[in-house]
């Protein structure tokens, strides 16, 4: 009896120091680098392929996303907020016509072009979107400022757009947004009524543009622009402009800026659900992402990506399609640029 008392606390203790050397284990070999600073962007997702672009327009897209991002990370590297990193690296993209955002937006079944933008402040929560407005150049600097500079977070149409007057935001006639490439989308959109199918088309141009980014104090942003989708009516509004469905960004988990059908983007609540998986499942970004545009996301019905950052400065870009133009730099002066799915050729 007494012998198998003295065996059995031999066990215990062997039991208690085994669980006390588990806690005590360094967690440091498996966590991740801790970035100064980091910056990434997209320019809209889609069935895009190797091939499906001329050279010199694939070089293009790229020199532009190479300029927006680096841009961007040279404030970072200046000391600048996330939220300002952000703004100045959208309105890069916005002012080329490459891109579904201000100069380069789609048409509407009316022919008009209708801008969307939202941009958030991971540190304190603070948002600000417009949505629907026709003679903003830069629409994700109006958000800024109904962030900054209004009791709201959304504002709409002429509303907006007087308000836009009132922040001196520059503003353009409606002909500034005019490109022969987006009224010929259109055009055949409406030919072939592909209305619901355009995403999948080469006629969806796909063009979106999004950043996110972490600054030196170690605060996230997020912001996304977009002309919403070819041929849309009836004064359709998408994903973009919606905090936690187009854009959402907090300290404590992640930043993150969607781009796709943005319908299923809003019913999905997509990027606030990214930062939620964090949150409450302790998830990291990469699982996060992953579960919600590879499993949740597709289960709905919807195709698209989100462009994430951690509090790390680590990147997660997930696209359940087969291309996302993107691009990510950082404080070790990384720098990647990509169209296709990894490893694809034309992929930097
Ligand atoms: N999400 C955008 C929208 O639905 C379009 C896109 O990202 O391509 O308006």
Redesign the pocket.
């Given at each position: 009896m007494r012998f198998s008392l003295w065996i059995g606390m031999v066990i215990l203790m062997f039991i208690s120091c085994q669980s006390d050397q588990k806690e005590t284990q360094p967690t440091s070999s498996t966590q991740p680098e801790q970035h100064e600073y980091a910056i990434a962007i997209h320019g809209?997702?889609?069935y895009m392929k190797p091939g499906m672009f001329s050279d010199s327009l694939e070089k293009a897209y790229k020199a532009k996303l190479k300029e927006a991002v680096t841009h961007g990370n040279q404030r970072l590297a200046d000391g600048e907020t996330a939220v300002t990193a952000v703004k100045e690296t959208l309105m890069i993209l916005e002012d080329s016509p490459l891109f579904?955002a201000g100069k380069g937006a789609v048409f509407t079944h009316e022919e008009t072009n209708e801008l969307?933008a939202s941009i958030m402040d991971g540190k304190t929560l603070n948002a600000g979107a417009v949505a629907g407005v026709k003679h903003v150049k830069n629409p994700i600097s109006l958000a800024e400022q109904v962030m900054l500079n209004s009791k709201h977070v959304m504002l709409s149409g002429k509303g907006a757009e007087q308000f836009a007057e009132q922040q001196n935001i520059e503003m353009k006639d409606a002909d500034y947004f005019f490109t022969e490439k987006r009224f010929q989308s259109l055009q055949n959109a409406k030919s072939a009524d592909k209305e619901q199918a355009s995403?999948l088309s080469e006629d969806?141009k796909?063009?979106?543009v999004g950043c996110v980014a972490l600054d030196q104090k170690g605060h996230l942003a997020a912001g996304?622009s977009?002309?919403?989708?070819t041929n849309?009516k009836f004064g359709r509004?998408?994903?973009?402009p919606i905090i936690g469905a187009?854009s959402y960004a907090n300290d404590k988990t992640c930043a993150v800026s969607?781009?796709?059908?943005?319908?299923y983007?809003i019913r999905g609540v997509v990027a606030y659900d990214i930062s939620a998986m964090m949150e409450y499942r302790s998830l990291d970004l990469a699982d996060a992402t992953q579960k919600v545009i590879q499993e949740k996301l597709k289960e709905l019905g919807g195709d698209?990506g989100v462009v994430a950052l951690d509090h790390y400065g680590d990147v997660s870009f997930e696209f359940n399609t087969s291309g996302m133009f993107r691009a990510y730099a950082n404080d070790q002066d990384e720098l990647e640029v990509g169209i296709y799915q990894n490893n694809n050729p034309g992929d930097q």
């Open positions: 809209g997702a889609g579904n969307d995403l969806h796909f063009g979106t996304t977009t002309g919403g989708m849309k509004i998408g994903d973009s187009g969607s781009t796709g059908h943005g319908e983007f698209g």
